[in-house]
């Protein structure tokens, strides 16, 4: 673990990071992945940190070298992430000082998440909610299908959403969905609600799309261009 630092506001931030980015492709680890000039890792931490209610900040750092994370903005506290995106909440949870009683989670991937998305989660835990997740409309159809190739009807769009994060938990939530947990789950929020603790939603937002495959990285290279309409 690297430094420790001042606290600013009373909630800490767990930032996975650990994974290998097999959809994106490229052989580095898709959080190091460089987009304008900075990995993937820098532009959500930027963002993160600078949200008044955070005070801590934790990444869980590719395994094999840590290290490779390089300079952050900002305070942050480095980890070794685990083998699944489950072990390395785990390992940042695992280093957030006793005092800060809301966390929040954010993938890394999500690099352009808006700080005032950081703040509108924030402040959802801090009015009460256990659990707080940001959602988004479905805008496609879905259907479900069978095994086959055929279908098998249309699913009611309008009481689906596309989840996001930062997600936001009371930590004791968060540390006992971890404790209960038997396998393994890339949500937070769906570790929380095997727990029948209820989840709150807010409003998501498009920039905080998860950067998955090739073309959601030319999507936010355009976004930070400001040449998306172009
Ligand atoms: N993550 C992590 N530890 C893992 C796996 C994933 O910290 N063992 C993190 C990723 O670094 C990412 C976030 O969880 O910031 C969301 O995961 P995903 O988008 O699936 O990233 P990858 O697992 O890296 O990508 P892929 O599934 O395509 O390999
Ligand atoms: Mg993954």
Do not use: C, N
Request: glycine letters at 10%; zero cysteines.
């Amino acid at each position: 673990m690297t430094a420790q630092h001042p606290v600013r506001g009373d909630v800490a931030v767990l930032v996975p990071a650990a994974g290998l980015g097999t959809r994106l492709g490229g052989g580095t680890p898709k959080a190091l992945r460089i987009l304008a000039g900075e990995s993937l890792l820098s532009h959500a931490v930027r963002r993160v940190a600078a949200a008044p209610s955070v005070g801590y900040v934790v990444v869980a750092a590719p395994p094999e070298d840590p290290g490779a994370v390089g300079p952050l903005p900002g305070p942050v506290t480095v980890v070794p992430g685990g083998a699944t995106r489950q072990a390395s909440v785990a390992a940042a949870l695992a280093a957030v000082p006793d005092e800060y009683q809301i966390i929040l989670i954010h993938d890394a991937a999500r690099a352009l998440a808006p700080t005032r998305l950081v703040e509108a989660v924030a402040a959802a835990v801090r009015a009460g909610w256990d659990a707080v997740i940001p959602v988004l409309p479905v805008v496609d159809t879905i259907k479900e299908v069978t095994a086959s190739g055929t279908v098998v009807g249309t699913v009611d769009r309008s009481v689906l959403r596309v989840v996001q994060t930062p997600q936001g938990f009371r930590r004791a939530v968060l540390a006992a969905a971890h404790a209960a947990a038997t396998d393994d789950h890339t949500d937070d929020a769906g570790m929380v609600e095997k727990l029948g603790v209820r989840v709150h939603i807010v409003a998501g937002d498009e920039a905080a799309f998860k950067i998955t495959r090739p073309v959601d990285l030319v999507l936010a290279e355009a976004l930070l261009a400001g040449t998306l309409l172009s």
